[in-house]
């Protein structure tokens, strides 16, 4: 009976042991390995390295090891450098197990059997003393501004050791460098300082520089400018002159062609203006004849159209007039007796009461001569009411009359002086004497 075994390209399978008691092994990478069992406790085993491999009689026992990168990260802390200043550095480191059959053997008789993180604590403690060694000899400043070189110091120290385990280092790089005391910073600080001084220096020397070298640009160019200015003046000049000239002969040319051109024009303008001439000489002759006709043609239009029917509009317009004329005539005689006839009846009728009035006046007359005085008093008595409305006519519109006075009788008093005062005051205006008409007396003396 047996058993078959495989191994990946990241593995290697170790067997050990075969007939008879032999001491020899196996190591197979990527491959195959067949066991098989004997009666005895010890089973038999046939191996290949590859699908067509020989098969081997061989005995157990058989082991693994990795061939997997194994990823280091060694740090030693406050190592003193050379010039005693404590710092921590920190690294990382990429190694694995060399798959050469004699340092793979050696792997072997170091590890197998081991784990990977026992393999990593025995290679990073290498590593470390062998970083801290080195530490010891270089100063900060190589260390810091160095890294690479560092690096590969430890690496090529280191790598012997490790070598003998049957482990290689693919890389060895520096993680962090760092002390307590800040005197990476300060030592930072300190060079930041004088790169930042020799950039400002190297800025203004170049900016001074680029100053000079721009100002001697300038003057070149304008040294040139001036130069091409003055060949572009003198070029341009003399193409004006040459055009001026050119010009010159070109209008001379010219107005000669164009007097010539002028004076040929107008003797052929003369000749066509005398052919115009004689064409509107006969068409004007034509004209008039024209013309002639068509006044005569219209005198006779005028005739029959306009004159004739004026002549007989008029005529009958005249007799019109006439008839109205006459007409009026008529009417006005018609109107005038009629006034005359009003006018007499009117002035026979003014005149009889003319002559009515006339003798009334008289036989007043007659009658007032014979009664004298008495007539005449009549006469003022009749108009003594008149004139009474007439003097009270505003007082009529008057509602109400207050007469203040301080005495009773005092209203009496001056209706008696109004009535005492009235025959004066007739006798002034009309030459009346009322005083004298014996009723009047009476009626004075009884007031008084």
Known sequence: MGNCLTVGPNEALVVSGACCGSDDKT????????????DSEAPLT?????PCGLLNMLLFPCCR????????????????????????????????????HDLLAVACEQFLGKSVVEIKAVVIQTLEGHLR???????VEQI????????????????????????EILSFTIKDVYDKLDYLSSLGKTQTAAVQRDADIGVAEAERDAGIREA????????????????MADSKRELELQKASFNQEVNTKVAEAQLAYELQAAKEQQKIRLEEIEIQVVQRKKEITIEEKEISRTDKELIATVK???????????????????????????EAEKIRKIGEAEASSIEAVGKAEA???????????????AAKTALVLEALPKIAAKVAAPLSKTNEIVILSGEGNRVTGEVNRLLAELPVSVNALTGVDLSKIPLLQKMTGARA
């Open 27 to 38: 190591y197979i990478v990527g491959g195959w390995a067949w066991i098989l069992f004997c």
């Open 46 to 50: 046939a191996s290949c390295s590859s």
């Open 65 to 100: 090891i990795t061939l997997e990168i194994m990823t280091l990260q060694p740090r030693c802390e406050d190592v003193e450098t050379a010039e005693g200043v404590a710092i921590t550095v920190t690294g990382v480191a990429q190694v694995k197990v060399m798959t050469e």
């Open 133 to 139: 060694s080195i530490l010891g000899t270089l100063t």
């Open 144 to 167: 810091y501004q160095d890294r690479d070189q560092f690096a590969k110091l430890v690496r090529e120290v280191a790598a012997p050791d490790v070598g003998r385990m049957g482990i």
């Open 216 to 231: 001697e640009c300038k003057r070149e160019m304008m040294d040139v400018k001036f130069q091409a200015d003055t060949k």
């Open 308 to 334: 004739r029917p004026a002549e007989a509009e008029a005529y009958k317009m005249q007799q019109l007039a006439e008839g109205h004329k006459i007409k009026k005539v008529l009417i006005a005689q018609a």
């Open 359 to 373: 003798e009334k006046m008289k036989l007043k007359a007659e009658a007032y001569l014979q009664y004298g005085e």
